[in-house]
């Protein structure tokens, strides 16, 4: 497991639960059946924040299955669980989306932050195995390519767009990534699958005090800018050094746009 990304899951979780859709959350939970202990599928899992999030919505019988391909991740999601509920867990690449049998009697699929990193076609393809199953759906916290700084410097509007060519460029083998685009890809999926669908909107607002998560947004903006476009590096250190120097002086806000898309079949 990489601790960087463990660290970072960790310091991103307070943002993520500030931010998420409660309305849409209830609404699709209210969609789930009520007959038996519940089904549900978590892709992607990292170290169990959705999970932690949706059990104080959900009736206290449910039967949780954590998938991720690092299994030092789904070790801490089960530890950090285990208070809570029994999960089951699987470790597995998730890239091909080849394994039906993970997704076999699912009342309700999940996943945070994901939709991002992946491909249409892998999108087209849960949309298939979300349906085969008649589960319902919760993606949340998915970029929308948006985000806003204060106070404002003159390069910011540049650097917003070199990272969203970045997400677009990206491949973490679930084909070539959907990036911003990812929420209108995703709800133009599940609703030519027959999925009632919904969207709303699931902001970070991160203020001053919040030192640490802004200093790594800034840090990753940053990298993954110049890695898209190296010959503007002077350009995007000197904003680094400006937008950091405001988070040490308690004066920088940020807000990153995200959504939470939610449906079910009717």
């Known amino acids: 497991m990489s601790e960087s990304l ?10 993520d639960f500030a931010a998420r859709s409660a309305a849409l959350t209830r609404a699709v939970v209210d969609a789930l059946p009520r007959r038996r202990p519940l089904r549900i599928l978590d892709l992607a899992t990292g170290t169990g924040a959705n999970v932690r999030y949706l059990a ?14 690092d299994p030092e991740l789904l070790a801490e999601a089960s530890r950090r669980t285990a208070a809570m509920m029994a999960v089951d867990t699987k470790c597995f690449d998730l890239g091909p989306l080849d394994r039906p049998e993970i997704f076999a009697n699912r009342d309700f699929v999940t996943a945070s932050a994901l939709l991002d990193l992946v491909s249409e076609r892998w999108l087209r393809d849960l949309a298939e ?34 990272m969203n060519r970045h997400q677009r460029a990206n491949d973490k083998g679930f084909g070539r990534a959907a990036g911003p685009d990812a929420v209108d890809r995703a709800e ?36 993954a800018a110049a890695e898209i476009a190296p010959e503007e590096s002077a350009m995007i250190q000197s904003w680094r050094v400006r937008r950091q120097d405001h988070v040490a002086q308690n004066r920088s806000r940020i807000v990153v746009g995200h959504d939470d898309l939610g449906g079910w079949l009717p």
């Open 6 to 15: 463990s660290d970072w899951l960790a310091l991103r979780e307070p943002a």
């Open 56 to 69: 104080r919505f959900l009736p206290p019988d449910h039967k949780w299955l954590l998938v991720d391909r």
């Open 129 to 162: 195995r979300c349906r085969a199953a008649r589960a319902a759906v919760l993606f949340a916290l998915t970029y929308n390519g948006r985000s806003q700084c204060s106070p404002v410097e003159p390069e910011d509007d540049a650097i917003r767009e070199l």
């Open 188 to 223: 133009r999926c599940f609703a030519a699958a027959g999925y009632v669908m919904t969207r709303e909107p699931s902001d970070w607002a991160l203020p001053s005090e919040m030192h640490a998560l802004q200093r790594e947004l800034i840090e990753g903006w940053a990298e």
